[in-house]
């Protein structure tokens, strides 16, 4: 029913936390994916439905083949981070909900629970290096 969500018992700052932390990941997907398309045509349409895993497999197997340069360098750091990011995202968002000692929902992956701390960490972690992808495709892999 209308509204029916607002019954979660959880605090607004980490819905709040989380729904950015999802955002933010989003975008970095999708500057790779671009990143992807600018290395090779057609690979939007390739990765669109693809996991993030395999989009960021894919980034780091085309940066692969440019020329060696220093924006390379960059790029493939990239690359590299957004692989490790993308399991990052998969542990948050494979998380199970549960309750923390003082009572507050909480997403728990492994027995560890997410705090709004780590979360907010990621999600800094994710814009920077969309951030990174971005410079790459002002710079690097500008049409």
Same mark, same amino acid.
């Given at each position: ?15 709040? %936390? ?7 990941f989003?975008?970095?997907?999708w ?20 996991? %993030? ?6 980034? %780091? ?11 390379r ?21 494979? %998380? ?13 992956r ?34």
């Amino acid at each position: 029913m209308k509204d029916d969500r607002l019954k979660i018992p959880v605090e607004p700052e980490y819905i709040s %936390a989380l729904g950015l932390a999802v955002f933010a990941f989003a975008r970095l997907e999708w500057n790779a994916i671009i990143c992807c398309e600018r290395i090779q045509a057609g690979s939007i349409e390739e990765l669109m439905d693809r996991t %993030a895993g395999r989009v960021a497999d894919t980034l %780091a197997s085309l940066v692969r083949t440019l020329p060696k340069s220093p924006g390379r360098e960059k790029l493939e750091q990239a690359a590299s981070d957004f692989q490790v990011y993308a399991r990052t995202r998969n542990n948050l968002l494979h %998380a199970k909900p549960g309750m923390d000692p003082d009572g507050r929902q909480r997403l728990f992956r492994d027995g560890d629970q997410w705090t709004i701390d780590e979360i907010e960490a990621v999600a800094d972690a994710f814009t920077g290096c969309s951030l990174r992808l971005d410079a790459c495709l002002a710079g690097l892999l500008a049409d």
